[in-house]
């Protein structure tokens, strides 16, 4: 199998002739700038540490862009809150910048993009707290704005899929952390603008992966994701689900996580042969049929490139 064999393979929940890998990291600002040189380091990146797939960086673009939402302070503002549009640089950057790095490729990988659910994109621009007091101010005046941006991201995830080539998303659902909201609350509030952009990727790609993203080291109210659904789930091992058998039984679906992400944790000082041994434990429990081998979120950059192909030499071993 080729790497992209292999990947469309394990997403689809059949057996490989090894387990595929795919860790991924933040761009550093300094590439932001320039879209050629963003591109060809995220190219280069791919090439240097071997990893059979890409999630490609959203770097730049976090934080919807609405004029509403600057200063804002009061939750009836949201209901003023109006679409970008399918022309907006936010949107047009993000898909013509993505196929520059999917060209940068070559062809070699699957590629996926992420996209975060529009709470997110919302807090991204004012922040956790001030997220928080609006929603519990005025939860319709929220959805109103939530509803908005599902729209627009609908526009961005067909632009990065047909447009820029991409063969699907990496949809980063959040804000289900234990003590952030009640499962009512979740459901009702969160729950219907979240699924509106992921019910749409998944009727034109049969490639996007869900990322249940633990967030403040809290763990999260894995049923309230329970009817989301896609060929993939990336999940927190270190914070919801260690066993990656269960996590396997429990979602349903190709699972895809194993090493902590945190800087100072067994990824970034552990040994090679060390590294070694837990890769095979690993893919133990995980086997060659619906598991691929990735971290529990992006990986910091000071984690030197050489221990990710540690990772992926030892998984090709097995």
């Not at 071997?50 to 673009?61: W, Y």
């Not at 979740?186 to 993203?213: E, G, T």
């Not at 945190?262 to 990824?267: I, M, Q, S, Y």
Request: hydrophobic share 40%.
């Amino acid at each position: 199998m080729n790497k992209r064999e292999r990947v469309i393979a394990a997403f689809h929940g059949q057996e490989t002739d090894h387990v595929p890998v795919c860790m991924w990291q933040h761009m550093p600002e300094r590439f932001w700038g320039d879209d050629d040189q963003f591109a060809a380091e995220q190219a280069r990146w791919f090439r240097n540490t071997d990893v059979d797939f890409m999630k490609l960086s959203g770097d730049k673009f976090f934080g919807w862009p609405s004029p509403v939402l600057n200063g804002i302070t009061s939750a009836e503002d949201l209901f003023k809150v109006e679409p970008l549009g399918a022309d907006h640089p936010y949107i047009r950057g993000q898909i013509e910048r993505t196929k520059k790095v999917v060209d940068a490729l070559n062809g070699e990988c699957v590629s996926i993009y992420l996209i975060f659910v529009p709470l997110s994109c919302i807090r991204l621009a004012i922040g956790y707290p001030m997220m928080m007091k609006l929603i519990r101010e005025n939860p319709e005046a929220m959805k109103h704005a939530c509803d908005v941006v599902a729209e627009d991201l609908k526009l961005l995830v067909r632009g990065i899929i047909q447009e820029a080539g991409a063969d699907g998303i990496f949809y980063s659902v959040q804000n289900g952390e234990e003590n952030r909201f009640t499962a009512e609350e979740y459901r009702d509030w969160v729950m219907p603008s979240d699924r509106k952009v992921l019910d749409y990727a998944n009727s034109i790609s049969d490639m996007n992966a869900i990322h249940f993203c633990a967030w403040e080291a809290l763990p999260n109210r894995l049923d309230v994701w329970k009817d989301y659904k896609a060929p993939v789930i990336s999940w927190s091992r270190y914070f919801d689900i260690m066993d990656i058998g269960k996590a396997k039984w429990r979602f349903g679906t190709t699972v895809w996580g194993g090493f902590d992400n945190r800087p100072g944790t067994f990824l970034y000082t552990a040994s090679r042969e060390e590294i070694e041994a837990e890769v095979a434990r690993l893919i133990e429990q995980g086997g060659k049929k619906g598991y691929i081998l990735g971290s529990d979120c992006s990986i910091y950059n000071e984690l030197p490139e050489e221990r990710i192909r540690w990772v992926v030499e030892a998984a090709r071993r097995i």
